[in-house]
């Protein structure tokens, strides 16, 4: 945590106390309370009358007993100050703890070591020619870079942020990999700030800020509307795998048109998603006209392509397996045995997710891509016409 951005968080927090009068803290109390190391030659604590004697009690695990971990509370600051020695030796455990309270009861999706350190507060170690950071569990103290330096480095940094073209951001030393406005970039220093156009190899991404990264994968220029993105995925149901499947295994783009509607670019086809009063996504398919046995001419405008859903999961699987050859494929497949969709359909079980196979638009220049449901869907027909003539 960077010094002088601190904020203490807002004191909500009912003491308890011991028999004796202690008051004493779990781990989790540790969520509304601000945590502060200090050296132990630190002036400004000796100097402060308000404090109080106070513990923090840890239960090592599978024990009936707790550990008390020594510590002073500012009651009206909300301050719990802890040495630097003991911060060093108990915080992995009590980091452990809080992580387990905001996963569990304050149900909350993920959480990272780093952003718990972030929530410790360090200014106690930052003068004028040092500052300090958290590594390992630990506080690790640096010397501060001259201002010419950090100037530069600062500048460095600025650059990479607003560069369209670099999409990731890591610390150089090792770490997940993060989206520009994930919240823990901050916490990653001048001298290891690092960003790249493409995924650097070996690392991971951020649990936080995955979802976003992948957004951003896939809307481009139109970041600055991040929101609307991310709302509309989130009512249509878009789980983070399925979104990075479509993004980074497809090449998939997204485009909002308006909040209702969405359009989708994967391979060479263009679709859009609209999303309807009652909540159904509606597909519609680009245009095309047949220029030869297998080639067409995609041209303007879109037409309903029969594929209805309730989440746009479905839609993109539809839209990733879609392929021209495919739909043509298929489409003979369906011709040479002389079924109709429908009885394909029908003997193979499939059934649309609204329940209606619904007849195409007639379109000029269309084909009827209701006999195509997906490459999935023919491999599904394939197997069965396989079954059913052998
Ligand atoms: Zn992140």
Redesign the pocket.
Known sequence: MMKYEWEHKSITHKIKRDGKGVCYFFPSDLAELTLMPYPESWEELAVQQTLQSANIRLRPENQGWYQFVPCRYDEEEGIVYISEENFNQYWKKIRYKLMEYYLGKKRVRTIMNEELDSQVCLDAFWTQTSEARIMDAKIVIFSRLPEEERLRLMSKRASIMDNRKILYVFNQNGG?V??KT?E??KSISLEDFCGAEEMPEGRGF?A???RRLHIRLAIGPDFKNCQIYESFLQRCGVSEMELEYFVRECGGKMFMESLQVMRLKCGEDTWKAERKEDGLLVLYHNNYIRIGEDERFITDGFHEQNVCAKKLNRILRYVEDYTWKGHLEAKKSAEDNNLTEDAVLQEEGYVPENGVVQEDSQEYGCIGDSMVKSEAWWKRLAAWLKKWFI
């Open positions: 997940p993060h989206d994930c823990l970039v951020c936080k800020c995955r």
